[in-house]
């Protein structure tokens, strides 16, 4: 009689293509059950069929636009009533490039929606489990934008919606991250740079000319950083001491800004 199937569990959003497709590939070989979340059922369909086949994976497909209030709230439902969830990746998104006096209001509210309020929400939704499991893990992906908000529009992109949400994410899953020392519960958010997809495709930008990591190296990126223990990955950063760095500055201004008087250059001249 063979033993009962034990697999643990990992849910990834925006899995239909790119980033979170690779995730959830490479998840499927490590031994992991999927459950598959994004807004093409036909594509999700395709990767379960595919992942049952070539991996031996348990694979849902629960397709659910994240910006509606209902679908989320589906999405939630199955994350906290899940005991075996091991794994949430939150990757879903979209950008939405254009300077911001042009940005559509709409816009901006699916933006927040799916780089915001749903990476917040679905994390809340797993993480009391898992501390009560006392393991799991959550990997959300941002962008290096998240990081670019002192930088003009050009080269780059107009994007302060964007990027402002994925900065969001970054100071979010860092703070989740510092709460959760010594639950067994892991979180980490990862900033790649340009990736080869669809992602810019679709907005109408040819990159095809300009080198772009794989899918396959993010996600390889960040699972060897997640087994190491490292909140913050950046997979195309040889020098991780500029990381701490960037936080040992960002502390700095912190401490020392945290006082009752104005700065010198604040103050009245007499």
């Given at each position: 009689m063979?033993?009962?199937?034990?697999?643990?569990?990992?849910?990834?959003t925006?899995?239909?293509?790119?980033?979170g497709?690779?995730?959830?590939?490479?998840l499927?070989?490590d031994?992991?059950?999927?459950?598959l979340?994004a807004?093409r059922?036909e594509?999700?369909?395709?990767?379960?069929e595919?992942?049952?086949?070539?991996?031996?994976?348990?694979?849902?497909?629960l397709?659910?636009?994240?910006?509606?209030?209902?679908?989320?709230a589906?999405v939630?439902?199955?994350?906290?009533?899940?005991e075996?969830?091991a794994?949430?990746?939150?990757?879903?998104?979209?950008?939405?490039?254009g300077?911001?006096?042009?940005?559509?209001?709409?816009?901006?509210?699916h933006?927040?929606?799916i780089?915001?309020?749903?990476?917040?929400?679905?994390?809340?939704?797993?993480v009391?489990?898992?501390?009560?499991?006392?393991?799991?893990?959550?990997?959300?992906?941002?962008?290096?934008?998240?990081?670019?908000?002192s930088?003009?529009?050009?080269?780059?992109?107009?994007?302060?919606?964007?990027a402002?949400?994925?900065?969001?994410?970054?100071?979010?899953?860092?703070?989740?991250?510092?709460?959760?020392v010594?639950t067994?519960?892991?979180v980490?958010?990862?900033?790649?740079?340009?990736?080869?997809?669809?992602?810019?495709?679709?907005?109408g930008?040819?990159?095809s000319?300009?080198?772009r990591?794989?899918?396959?190296?993010?996600?390889?990126?960040?699972?060897?950083a997640?087994?190491q223990?490292?909140?913050?990955c950046?997979?195309?950063?040889?020098d991780?001491s500029?990381?701490?760095?960037?936080?040992e500055?960002?502390?700095?201004?912190l401490?020392?800004?945290?006082?009752?008087?104005?700065?010198?250059?604040?103050?009245?001249?007499?």
């Open positions: 063979s033993s009962p199937r034990s697999r643990p569990r990992a849910l990834v925006g899995a239909s293509s790119g980033i497709r690779s995730y959830a590939e490479r499927a070989r031994g992991y059950d999927l459950v979340v807004r059922r594509r999700l369909e395709d990767l379960a595919q992942l049952r086949r070539e991996a031996d994976a348990h694979a849902e497909a397709p659910a636009d994240l910006t509606n209030a209902a679908d989320l589906r939630e439902a199955r994350i906290s009533g899940d075996s969830l794994l949430l990746i939150n990757n879903a998104g979209f950008g939405s490039y300077p911001f006096v042009q940005v559509e209001p709409g816009a901006v509210d933006l927040i929606g780089h915001v309020r749903a990476v917040a929400r679905l994390t809340r939704a797993a009391p489990g898992m501390v009560r499991r006392g393991a799991g893990g959550v990997i959300n992906v941002a962008s290096l934008l998240a990081l670019s908000g930088m003009p529009p050009n080269p780059l992109p107009h994007r302060s919606v964007y402002g949400a994925k900065a969001f994410i970054v100071t979010f899953t860092q703070a989740v991250a510092g709460e959760l010594g067994g519960v892991r980490q958010v990862c900033l790649p740079g340009l990736v080869a997809t669809e992602f810019h495709t679709v907005q930008m040819d990159l000319r300009i080198p990591m794989t899918a396959a190296d993010v996600v390889a990126a960040s699972l060897a997640f087994a223990g490292e909140v913050t950046i997979p195309g950063l040889d991780a500029l990381v701490e760095r960037l936080a500055a960002q502390r700095a201004v401490m020392s800004a945290n006082r009752p008087t104005l700065a010198r250059r604040y103050q009245p001249i007499n």
